[in-house]
């Protein structure tokens, strides 16, 4: 099922519209240029002004946006249900969805106490893989407990078109009408319920549910959608949100644009009293760590920024600020950059990132023979049946420019470590070329070529976690992996990499940390990174993120790909599709070819030119 247009509901009456309206700034604000938007707006009595004042953000990005009249007698059944003190009766509107709109066959909902932070393309291109619903998990604990997978419905996909199949608008109405004394979360629960083992998961970046300080799912790295779940919202005084001036700075973008002293009272003078009550509503909180963390977050780290930060100013200096005192310096190694980066102007603001040409040269020679290897390196996985996929720097090359990012020159792999154990001995064994060899080195395997040292692939072993963990467990997982692997190393120095990396895995094992023994073989967890000493703060990835393997388009080839390269590389690096805040060439080889090493690449590639 396709859509071309990105179809986004909200519900609402005439109390909530203004901050629907900042809702829907912050979706066409972050949308990509291409994004072609259709919002439907469940009109719970929203007044003549605010629907003009609504439709008028269309000046931030031409859209569709439409008045759903609502009839309150469709939803009769739900009117004995008691809400909650801050959640009005429009929230059951979506439970009419595939009839209010007929002619839609899936949309994501979002509640109006949401920010959006990102394009919404590739969360409504997610395949839903048959199920009717897709949300992410709830943060309650309780709700948890009896159902791992309670979804919280403030976002929301819905597949209208298999949910009119299977008529999930009655069974809606049939749960709530059997257990309207016990549905404390509204339609919430009933939609958990009536749709149980029909919901997909999706990753807590799509709904980052920031109700206080204390929050755990309030430091998620990169937010994709910001949910203030708090019965005091932003614009509430004395919110505990720590996320609550990303609302405000949306709402700037509206017709309810607030005053400079306003803008002040609602934001910095709010932090200062938000403080406070908080501490008089959880004085115990005092005793937890995250408390101190989430203070430094909210209300140090900025002081401090005020007081000294660095900021880029150009292409050649940065503006340090002390004490309100502006200084341009300028950048160490700007010209050192610009002399051998020939992708500096490219850089942000100049060009869209994903029309910058191929590399030429010295570095577009050493890229095309790492292609050559890559190519006999997919062909001796395919003949010996290993699974092995596109990594890092080399899976963003192939999803954001179809081959090499410009500035990139060697190749990277993962492959399980099943595989991985025997890839060398496969390799050596059957691969056509006989300047090609494989062999362990540290941490990973790397193919090389007899000829040239100026190219190589890395290959990266990952593990299978045995059973699904939430976030906050698998960075604690994260941290007790990489002490146990510093610690084998430490005292394994002088023995080879696969030794190691037995050694490593044998006594993770027994430690439980790995493989656990309640292992839940439906959902396991991919393990990377722990034979390394990297600094990335979370290994963990879902099953279905690495499988199963598919191809994807590299520099005019189908090599192997991870199921779902977009989720594994906006956890990797956020925003993969923006311009890194460093831009250069990781390697330095290119800079310094001889004659005989340009001779031996153009060999290599078959080519004298750089160029197939």
Same mark, same amino acid.
């Given at each position: 099922m396709v859509s071309k247009n990105i179809n986004i509901c909200l519900a609402c009456d005439d109390n909530y519209s203004i901050h629907g309206g900042v809702l829907?700034?912050?979706?066409?604000?972050?949308?990509?240029?291409?994004?072609?938007?259709?919002i439907y707006i469940l009109d719970g009595g929203i007044s003549e002004q605010h629907k003009t004042e609504i439709l008028s953000l269309t000046n931030i990005k031409k859209c569709e946006i439409n008045f759903i009249d609502i009839n309150e007698d469709m939803f009769k059944e739900y009117k004995s249900i008691k809400t909650l003190e801050h959640i009005s009766f429009a929230t059951f509107y979506r439970l009419k969805l595939p009839t209010l709109l007929p002619n839609v066959d899936k949309i994501i909902y979002l509640d109006c106490d949401m920010a959006v932070v990102s394009s919404l393309k590739t969360l409504f291109e997610t395949d839903l893989k048959g199920c009717t619903v897709a949300g992410v998990r709830d943060i309650g604990k309780k709700l948890l407990r009896k159902n791992p997978n309670y979804v919280n419905a403030g976002m929301l996909i819905f597949d209208l078109a298999e949910m009119r199949k299977d008529n999930t608008e009655q069974k809606f109405i049939e749960y709530a009408k059997n257990n309207q004394n016990n549905l404390r979360y509204c339609d919430q629960d009933i939609i958990n319920n009536a749709c149980k083992g029909n919901i997909y998961i999706l990753d807590d970046i799509w709904n980052v549910q920031s109700s206080n300080f204390t929050n755990r799912s309030s430091y998620t790295n990169n937010p994709k959608i910001i949910h203030f779940i708090a019965k005091r919202k932003p614009w509430n005084w004395?919110?505990?949100?720590?996320?609550?001036?990303?609302?405000?700075?949306?709402?700037?973008?509206?017709?309810?644009?607030?005053?400079?002293?306003?803008?002040?009272?609602?934001?910095?003078?709010?932090?200062? &009293?938000?403080? =406070?009550? #908080? *501490? %008089?509503?959880?004085?115990?909180?005092?005793?937890?760590?995250?408390?101190?963390? &989430?203070?430094? =977050?909210? #209300? *140090? %780290?900025?002081?401090?920024?005020?007081?000294?930060s660095i900021t880029e100013f150009s292409e050649e200096r940065n503006l340090i600020k002390i004490f309100g005192i502006k200084i341009k310096v300028q950048k160490l190694k700007y010209a050192k950059n610009l002399k051998h980066n020939p992708y500096y102007y490219y850089k942000k603001n100049h060009i869209d990132i994903t029309k910058i040409p191929p590399a030429e040269g010295?570095?577009?020679?050493i890229q095309l023979a790492n292609v050559e290897t890559l190519k006999e390196m997919d062909y001796v996985c395919r003949t010996n049946n290993i699974n092995y996929w596109l990594d890092f720097g080399t899976m963003l090359g192939?999803?954001?420019?179809?081959?090499?990012?410009?500035w990139d020159d060697d190749i990277d792999t993962g492959m399980m470590k099943n595989d991985y154990d025997k890839f060398v001995e496969i390799f050596n064994k059957t691969t056509r070329n006989p300047d090609l060899y494989a062999e362990y080195e540290e941490a990973l395997i790397r193919i090389k070529n007899k000829k040239s040292k100026l190219f190589f692939i890395d290959i990266f072993p990952y593990y299978i976690y045995g059973e699904e963990i939430s976030k906050n467990e698998q960075l604690k997982q994260s941290k007790k992996l990489r002490k146990v692997s510093r610690y084998i190393r430490d005292k394994y120095k002088n023995i080879t990499s696969s030794v190691v990396l037995d050694t490593i895995q044998k006594a993770i094992e027994d430690?439980?940390?790995?493989?656990n023994p309640n292992i839940n073989t439906d959902k396991p967890q991919i393990v990377w990174g722990i034979e390394s000493s990297h600094v990335a703060k979370n290994w963990f990835h879902s099953y279905d993120t690495i499988f199963p393997i598919k191809d994807v388009e590299f520099e005019g080839y189908n090599f192997m790909c991870m199921n779902k390269p977009e989720v594994y590389l906006a956890k990797t690096y956020g925003d993969y599709m923006s311009y890194p805040s460093k831009i250069g060439l990781g390697h330095s080889a290119y800079k310094n070819l001889s004659q005989e090493d340009i001779n031996t690449l153009q060999e290599i590639i078959g080519s004298k030119n750089g160029k197939d």
């Open positions: 829907i700034a912050s979706i066409l604000a972050n949308a990509a240029n291409d994004d072609e938007i259709s004395a919110s505990f949100s720590i996320h609550k001036e990303i609302y405000f700075k949306y709402r700037q973008l509206t017709p309810w644009k607030l005053n400079a002293q306003d803008y002040k009272h609602w934001t910095k003078d709010n932090q200062i &009293a938000s403080l =406070f009550a #908080y *501490l %008089k509503y959880r004085p115990l909180f005092l005793l937890r760590p995250r408390f101190y963390k &989430a203070l430094f =977050f909210t #209300y *140090l %780290k900025p002081f401090l920024q005020n007081i000294f010295n570095v577009r020679l192939a999803l954001r420019h179809k081959g090499f990012i410009p430690n439980h940390l790995l493989n």
